[in-house]
């Protein structure tokens, strides 16, 4: 499907907000505040590919950048109820994002796209692929043949996912984008100077050096904290997975014209 026409910011805002993928998400406050907890214990199925090491131990240091960095209530006694994404910082996130991307098209790079959260946004990575395809842009073509324990890291649409039992699985671990950068090594070829994902194939890809970008839920904590440390270069905060794929359509169309990949300059 066509992206739509280029909305402007203030018309953006108003459609994430009434879409919810910011505003009043649907991930509960609970929810939130559970997964930082798991995050600040060590749980390694919630650092999304990256190495945290004892630096975020404290669950209310990671509220605190929640708060900056998503727009989360930033009261540590608010602990059950609806919580927020910050429309403002999505589409902040968003224009730093498209900066890379202008980047990225000047110098004819090389770039992966790899999704985690295929029922939400693999048609967003997919329109940006061929966005950056049309500026002169090389797409990596992942090697063949390579899995994980949680099943075949394979490319639909320009975009690398996991494929477990005929079906795109979501996931958050890191080790598929672990499997490609290996995988490239081994045929000797370059590894992107990009990474454009989500979950724990953005964390990965930086954690491993790899300019890397991506999206991260309100929930996803992970990414932010990395995006705070230099470890990612930007991330987008947003719920992601709403009711429709279409939905995430007018915030693609945004972030293509500010990376000037629309031919509208």
Request: charge should be negative; hydrophobic fraction near 40%.
């Amino acid at each position: 499907m066509p992206i739509p026409v280029t909305p402007s910011r203030a018309d953006l805002l108003d459609h994430l907000v009434q879409t919810r993928i910011a505003g009043n998400v649907a991930t509960p406050r609970e929810n939130n505040l559970s997964h930082y907890r798991k995050l600040a214990n060590g749980d390694r199925n919630y650092w999304l590919g990256l190495e945290l090491g004892d630096r975020w131990t404290d669950e209310q240091d990671v509220l605190a950048v929640m708060a900056e960095r998503c727009g989360v209530n930033d009261d540590p006694e608010y602990r059950y109820g609806q919580d927020t994404i910050d429309p403002e910082l999505t589409v902040d996130a968003l224009e730093r994002m498209a900066g890379r991307l202008r980047k990225a098209a000047a110098g004819r790079q090389r770039v992966l796209f790899a999704t985690g959260h295929p029922g939400g946004l693999l048609d967003v990575h997919r329109a940006t692929a061929a966005a950056l395809r049309t500026a002169g842009c090389e797409i990596v073509v992942i090697p063949d043949g390579l899995t994980t324990d949680e099943g075949y890291v394979f490319q639909f649409a320009d975009v690398a996912v996991l494929e477990h039992g005929a079906t795109l699985w979501h996931t958050h671990s890191g080790e598929p984008m672990r499997a490609i950068l290996k995988g490239l090594e081994g045929e000797g070829r370059p590894l992107p100077d990009l990474v454009v994902a989500d979950h724990g194939w953005a964390g990965c890809a930086g954690q491993l050096g790899v300019d890397s970008v991506g999206y991260a839920d309100c929930n996803d904590p992970a990414l932010f904290l990395a995006e705070a440390e230099g470890t990612v270069q930007v991330t987008v905060p947003l719920d992601d997975h709403v009711t429709s794929p279409r939905h995430y359509d007018p915030m693609t169309a945004y972030l293509l014209d500010a990376a000037g990949l629309t031919g509208n300059e």
